[in-house]
């Protein structure tokens, strides 16, 4: 009778696992936020080149507009300076 009755108490352990991976599968996926927004320079901080669609530095929660993969790893070597270039020409000041 023990036997049974913890043969029992398994199974309905395992059948609750089971249940409850189910029921996770079943959740919605979390939508991912993004909070950069985009600088909308048109013109390389680095090089001075118009930019390239393709190539981006993201600093301070803005995403900044490159001409090519090198200026993107110069941009991440001082972006305060190259950051304050980009928005000197969106601004205009």
């Known amino acids: 009778m023990k036997k049974m009755l913890g043969i029992l108490v398994v199974l309905a352990f395992v059948g609750s696992i089971c249940f409850a991976q189910e029921a996770v599968k079943k959740l919605p996926t979390p939508i991912k936020v993004s909070s950069v927004a985009d600088e909308g320079n048109k013109i390389c901080p680095v090089s001075g080149q118009k930019v390239d669609g393709k190539n981006f530095s993201v600093y301070n929660g803005k ?31």
């Open 63 to 93: 995403r900044y507009g490159m001409c090519c993969p090198m200026c993107a790893a110069t941009f991440k070597a001082d972006p305060e300076k190259y950051s304050a270039i980009a928005d000197k020409e969106v601004t205009g000041k």
